[in-house]
């Protein structure tokens, strides 16, 4: 299968799918914190253009559209064109010429939805489900594809911690990599991506 992940400079989910055998690749406007040779640098938009792709997961930035931050829209209005781009952005990958596709986010807020033409997430998903003993609720919007199957059940265990563990990423001291940190896919989501999707043909 070849698979194309968007708007991904971890490689984290590129190479669970490489791993299961898949011609997996990752682009970004950043270079790759992987291996380079498997990474294409430039627009998610162009280069969905360049190739037949039977698989596109993509994890567009959030900053605007996630509803964490929907307080600062009302603060600063200069975020309100930036919101339309990153939704347009948005809506332009989920309707990508790819047969499955899969879209992630955090929880959208009500500006947000309006903009992308009130699309619901298929399912929304939580590390503690995959093999993370944390807490952070991430949206997905599927086409073409089966809802992701969870791997475990540590949501007890996950519940028990204390905030700042359970939320580590949401308590994180600012730092030049906290944005990094907080947008890298969890590995036990990316490995089930690889396990369930890579087998869809």
């Not at 190739?51 to 600063?76: E, F, M, Q």
């Not at 003993?133 to 949206?139: I, S």
């Amino acid at each position: 299968m070849r698979v194309l992940i968007a708007c991904e400079y971890s490689a984290t989910v590129r190479d669970a799918f490489r791993a299961k055998g898949h011609d997996a690749w990752s682009c970004d406007l950043l270079p790759t914190d992987g291996d380079p040779q498997w990474h294409m640098q430039g627009d998610a938009l162009a280069i969905i253009e360049t190739g037949l792709w039977d698989l596109l997961i993509a994890h567009p930035p959030c900053t605007y559209l996630t509803n964490s931050g929907v307080t600062w829209l009302h603060r600063d209005p200069g975020r309100w064109a930036k919101l339309d781009d990153g939704a347009a952005f948005f809506k332009a990958l989920l309707n990508a010429p790819v047969e499955r596709i899969a879209i992630e986010n955090p929880i959208m807020h009500k500006y947000a939805k309006e903009r992308i033409g009130g699309v619901q997430q298929t399912q929304t998903i939580q590390p503690y489900q995959f093999g993370h003993l944390e807490q952070k609720a991430t949206c997905l919007w599927l086409k073409g594809l089966p809802p992701l199957q969870p791997t475990s059940d540590l949501k007890a265990q996950t519940k028990a911690l204390p905030d700042n563990e359970r939320q580590r990423l949401h308590y994180l001291p600012p730092s030049a990599d906290r944005w990094k940190l907080r947008s890298t896919t969890y590995k036990g989501i990316a490995e089930a991506m690889a396990n369930q999707w890579g087998e869809t043909e």
